[in-house]
């Protein structure tokens, strides 16, 4: 939209580059082209505002296929006005000279011709076209009957209007009937999960099928060394317990020995102290039977006297030493006889 200000009761108009401004003053053109700034009298001046730049126009509609199923169609449409003058003739683009507003709709009728040629052309093609053709293929198809259509419409040369580019972003059937479409794909790959699952699950009860023989074979192993080694301590322990028999013989023949040496010893000894306790006594008998019998009593009295306490001191009476002494005196001679 133009920007249009006031001063004293003139209008000054100053546009965009993207849009061409039409000024007729009193039927005559006073002002055309793009970008243009000027004053004019609003009393006097009609004023048409033409846009020259590319516009994009979004359009969505319902078709119907061969096979008698509903679709929406969703397309884009670029467009430009390449003669300014043309359209202005043919579409009111007149603004108003004091707000610099359009008075009608143009870019609406525009859009409504556009929107209804393409979905003439695209109704065309999908009519001949199954469902499942036009999900395929039917974009393309599409786009290339709605941009011939519209090169081929003879009033958008005639309003100065050139298409672009067409564009379909995608033809969508009903929600309905496209969960009933995507059925068989999923239940496919739902088939191809399952497969890839079970074809998992195979491999893992084959490795563990494996797993299991390799432990039971290690099993097998470690029993047969288990063997192997209790039958090696069967025979360590029974070479052992023969070696410690060999050995208490040997200990036992050594000390059965030891003990006949000791035995002779000692009978040899107890012989020979036997002979000499014997040898003592016949000659201890021998010198007794020799001396008188004084002698003996007088050996009799000193070990008599040997085996009695000992005696401090002793008190005899004058009676009692007077007669030991008469009796030693009488006994003295007779012993030096």
């Known amino acids: 939209m133009a920007d249009i200000t006031r001063r004293f009761g003139w209008r000054h108009l100053r546009s965009a580059p993207t849009a061409h401004i039409r000024h007729h003053k009193r039927g005559r053109l006073a002002h055309d082209g ?5 004053w004019y009298r609003s009393l006097s001046a009609a004023l048409s505002e033409v846009p020259v730049n590319d516009r994009e126009l979004a359009m969505a509609f319902h078709a119907r296929t061969a096979d008698f199923q509903d679709v929406t169609v969703q397309a884009t449409v670029t467009y430009r006005i390449s003669d300014p003058a043309e359209a202005a003739a043919r579409l009111d683009f007149s603004v108003d000279p004091d707000t610099g507003a359009w008075r009608g709709a143009p870019l609406e009728q525009i859009a409504t011709l556009l929107t209804e040629t393409a979905q003439q052309h695209t ?13 395929v293929d039917g974009v393309a198809s599409v786009r290339e009957r709605v941009a011939a259509g519209l090169a081929g419409e003879p009033r958008l040369p005639a309003t100065g209007i050139d298409v672009v ?3 379909v972003v995608a033809i969508r059937p009903e929600a309905e009937v496209e969960r009933a479409l995507r059925t068989p794909a999923r239940e496919q790959i739902q088939q191809e999960a399952d497969r890839a699952t079970y074809e998992r699950r195979a491999v893992a009860v084959e490795r563990e099928r494996a797993i299991a ?17 209790v039958e090696q301590r069967g025979t360590n322990t029974r070479r052992e317990a023969e070696e410690h028999a060999a050995a208490d013989a040997v200990r036992a023949e050594a000390e059965a020995a030891r003990t006949v040496r000791l035995a002779r010893a000692e009978a040899e000894a107890a012989r020979e102290v036997g002979a000499a306790r014997a040898e003592s006594q016949a000659a201890w008998l021998r010198v007794h039977g020799e001396v008188d019998s004084a002698t003996l009593h007088a050996l009799a009295a000193t070990r008599l006297a040997d085996s009695l306490p000992r005696i401090d001191s002793l008190t005899l009476s004058p009676d009692v030493l007077t007669g030991l002494l008469t009796r030693l005196g009488r006994t003295a001679p007779e012993t030096r006889a």
Request: aromatic fraction near 2%.
């Open 213 to 229: 023989e390799n432990e039971l074979a290690s099993q097998i192993e470690l029993a047969r060394r288990e063997e192997q080694l």
């Open 123 to 135: 109704l065309d093609v999908l009519a001949r076209t199954p469902l499942a053709a036009a999900l």
């Open 34 to 38: 793009a970008g243009l700034s000027f």
């Open 165 to 167: 580019a067409v564009r």
